[in-house]
Nanobody, 118 residues
């Protein structure tokens, strides 16, 4: 069974930091892009950051989000700093074709809640 499992979400005060982790199992993801998306209540799922199969990374805010992957561990992390209440959302890990579009990713985790209090 192919799975992506996120961890590390929680409640943090505005200005604080969190580190999310995502572990894959059931197959290797070394030839896939691995990405983070988020979805706030009433909003569409939004791209946050991606690490391609070569380790190159892109994010919506390079000062706030740092993404890193470890192919040996079949995992990807998302370090988040300077969080604001606008960052409150369920954060999802995904694997698939490197893209900003959620529809290009074939595998998804169940999501982890990040709540930033003001």
């Amino acid at each position: 069974q192919v799975q992506l499992v996120e961890s590390g979400g929680g409640l943090v005060q505005s200005g604080g930091s969190l580190r999310l982790s995502c572990a894959g199992s059931g197959r290797t993801f070394k030839n896939d892009a691995m990405a983070w998306f988020r979805q706030a209540p009433g909003k569409e799922r939004e791209f946050v950051a991606v690490a391609n199969m070569f380790g190159g990374t892109t994010s919506i805010d390079s000062e706030k989000f740092t993404v890193s992957r470890d192919n040996a561990k079949n995992s990807i992390d998302l370090q988040m700093t300077g969080l604001t209440p606008e960052d409150t959302a369920v954060y999802y890990c995904a694997a698939g074709r490197a893209s900003f579009r959620a529809s290009d990713y074939s595998y998804w985790g169940q999501g982890t809640q990040v709540t930033v209090s003001s």
